[in-house]
């Protein structure tokens, strides 16, 4: 008989996660410990797993133990591993024109936390640093609304996005 346990369900990008196996009605209760599939993380002879990172899709990963004593006898945990994502600290805010704000990115599940900024919308109407710093430009003479877009450096295909709407004074 052979049992293998994690001490969490949920696994976290990149972290690690210690397994144990038992072993029952056996002198040898000895185990190995295998990773199913490809490019699902790693596990150590001790069960130490750890996830992968920056994965563009969430996904279940088994971890099996297999007993020294009896090949045939495994036991396997699975692990939910999932996928890069990004959050912005505001959906949309409105600004008058000169007016900046500071845009917030919070990337989860990837080593690299880095985003890149990118406007989408009249160029005329502002622009967005580096640092996620939207300026609104000092002429805009009526209302517009443009999209400041975070996107993950981890994973291209993860963005997020914020309507700023600019709307001048009257």
């Known amino acids: 008989l052979l049992g293998a346990a994690a001490f969490t369900s949920e696994g976290l990008a990149g972290a690690n996660l210690q397994l144990k196996s038992e072993v029952q009605n056996s002198v040898n209760t000895a185990a190995t410990w ?8 790693t ?3 001790s069960g130490l797993y750890t996830a992968p990172v920056g994965v563009a899709t969430p996904r279940t990963v088994t971890v099996t133990a ?6 045939t006898k495994t036991a396997g945990v699975t692990i939910a591993v999932p996928d890069v994502q990004i ?3 505001r959906n949309s805010i409105e600004l008058r024109p000169g007016e900046s704000h500071k845009f917030q990115a919070r990337v989860s599940n990837a080593a690299n936390q880095s985003v890149r900024w990118t ?3 009249p160029k ?5 640093s580096a640092a996620g710093v939207f300026r609104a430009a000092l002429h805009v003479t009526e209302p517009v609304s443009v999209r400041v877009v975070a996107t993950s450096v981890a994973d291209a295909t993860k963005t ?4 700023v709407r600019i709307t001048p004074r009257r």
């Open 119 to 121: 406007l989408d919308g």
């Open 87 to 89: 959050a912005l600290s």
């Open 160 to 163: 997020s996005v914020a309507v």
């Open 43 to 45: 596990v150590t002879s």
């Open 66 to 71: 297999v007993s020294v004593a009896d090949p």
């Open 34 to 41: 295998r990773v199913e599939g490809t490019d699902n993380g």
């Open 124 to 128: 005329e109407a502002g622009e967005v």
